[in-house]
């Protein structure tokens, strides 16, 4: 047997010695399982196992061992396990349990286990005491204003987090795990007063199809649960700060945080979530708005300008200014590429140097994707390996891609396509590639949630935080998903 699940029906016998062998024998034999036979004073042995590195093992000392070791007198109307559980031990939380499968999941999970002689049943004790990175801002959400918090790897560390923000007994978190092998605890999250009971039932119907070896990250669940699979664009939120999960739970949303990463998942997700930054609502409302259309008319340059580049020189070259034809005609003079192939090799070129400025050191990344796009574009253009019209084209389309990190996949994709499209039609290409990006937009759910449903059923309330940010004065309801306690200031 090479899952917990497969232990599920497995039970204990009363031999403490078989008992004890048993469980060793369920791991691998370079498996560091600690165990420590403690001699009560009670008159019966007790066995307590645990892997090191996952417990606090003054905790095991404290609360398990010398409780036992001190114990005098026994309860004789309680069973053995009963009364060590109930009067003994100092533990905050101790579980009874004769199924094999659910000592393993604790084990595993950073709790010891307690076996007691002549006993069926054995105790689980919350001992966890693993190290964790610490609260630290994340990288890629950092912001000028607003928390510095962000999540850690820990599942019940982030969930303390949240539950910091939330300081109400309106907060619901409920735990499974998912992931034949590597069973990990996967926590749903929520506000009982303010969820749509329909939404968080479509969710744990879809969690509970999964079925899948292992469980690593959240992304796992996302790609497993999405509505539209093919999709370019995203379905579900993802961020690594407490206060962001905090702010879509107030709006009747569902968060799932997975055991062993600390990007957690939010549900439903709305596709104008695209162009909002996670400092929006710590600055003034004026800025953030002129701030969220900017990034609106950069998603639309960094699909639309080597495009339209591409349908001028090929398709309309008339239409542009005389002076600016010449220079553009010029320029391409000696080039030995066609425009669409000096188009895409300049896109690959660009997302070539992003992504190796991603990966390299800190120090060295950001000079390297600068100073590498200077000397490259330069040296190409110099040796007329491509024009300088179609570099400025495509390299202002990337420099308007970065304003839309979280469209940075379909920003990639449509650019292309619109490019293939406007070397084939021209302009009249690029409205049928923008018709059809439009339509697939307004088709895409989130839970069966439509991610447009403040433009489908528009409402002065619901347009409030959509193209731009209203002042919270003026923003008095929730999303339109949120069916229960609508109004969020009176």
Request: some cysteine.
């Amino acid at each position: 047997m090479e899952k917990i699940r497969d232990y599920s029906n497995v039970t204990l016998g009363t031999n403490i010695d078989k008992n004890l062998q048993l469980i060793k024998d369920i791991f691998s034999k370079d498996t560091v399982l600690r165990n420590k036979r403690i001699g009560t004073g009670l008159g019966f042995s007790c066995v307590v196992l645990y892997f090191d590195g996952m417990v606090n093992v003054e905790l095991i000392n404290q609360a398990i061992v010398r409780p036992l070791v001190l114990a005098k007198n026994g309860n004789t109307a309680k069973s053995r396990e009963q009364f060590v559980a109930e009067d003994l031990l100092y533990a905050g939380e101790v579980k009874v349990t004769s199924k094999v499968g659910d000592m393993l999941s604790g084990m595993l999970y950073g709790d010891s286990l307690l076996l007691i002689e002549n006993c069926k049943n054995a105790l689980v004790i919350n001992t966890k005491g693993w190290r964790t990175r610490g609260i630290s801002e994340p990288q890629d959400e950092r912001v000028l204003q607003g928390p510095r918090e962000g999540f850690d790897e820990a599942a019940m560390f982030n969930l303390a987090l949240i539950r910091r923000k939330l300081l109400t007994p309106d907060f619901c978190s409920e735990m499974l795990r998912l992931g034949r092998r590597t069973d990990t605890v996967v926590f749903i999250c929520y506000l009982d007063s303010l969820v749509d009971k329909g939404l968080l039932k479509e969710l744990k119907k879809r969690l509970k199809k999964i079925d899948i070896d292992g469980i690593l990250d959240t992304n796992y669940i996302n790609e497993l649960i999405r509505d539209r699979k093919g999709s370019l664009f995203k379905t579900s939120g993802t961020t690594e700060r407490p206060d962001i999960v905090a702010a879509r739970l107030l709006e009747g949303r569902i968060a799932v945080i997975v055991d062993g990463t600390p990007v957690v998942m939010t549900l439903p997700y709305l596709f104008s979530e695209n162009f909002q930054s996670d400092e929006d609502y710590y600055i003034n409302y004026k800025i953030a708005s002129s701030a969220r259309i900017i990034r609106m008319v950069c998603f639309f340059l960094a699909v639309t300008v080597p495009a339209f580049f591409m349908a001028l020189v090929r398709f309309h070259f008339e239409l542009l200014p005389t002076a600016f034809a010449i220079s553009v005609a010029e320029s391409r003079g000696g080039v030995p590429f066609s425009a669409l192939s000096e188009s895409l090799l300049l896109i690959f070129i660009f997302e070539i140097l992003r992504e190796t400025g991603l990966r390299m050191p800190q120090s060295v990344g950001h000079a390297l994707s600068i100073v590498g796009g200077l000397v490259i574009g330069q040296a190409a253009v110099d040796a007329k390996i491509i024009s300088a019209p179609m570099l400025i084209a495509v390299a202002l389309a990337g420099i308007s891609g970065l304003m839309v990190p979280r469209l940075k996949a379909a920003v990639f994709y449509l650019r292309i396509i619109f490019v293939l499209l406007a070397s084939v039609m021209g302009v009249f290409g690029i409205l049928i590639g923008w018709t059809i990006t439009l339509i697939h937009i307004l088709s895409i759910t989130s839970l069966g949630v439509s991610s447009t449903i403040s433009l489908s059923n528009p409402t002065s309330q619901g347009l409030k935080d959509i193209f731009y940010r209203s002042s919270w004065v003026k923003m008095r309801e929730r999303p339109i998903f949120t069916r229960k306690n609508i109004i969020r200031k009176k």
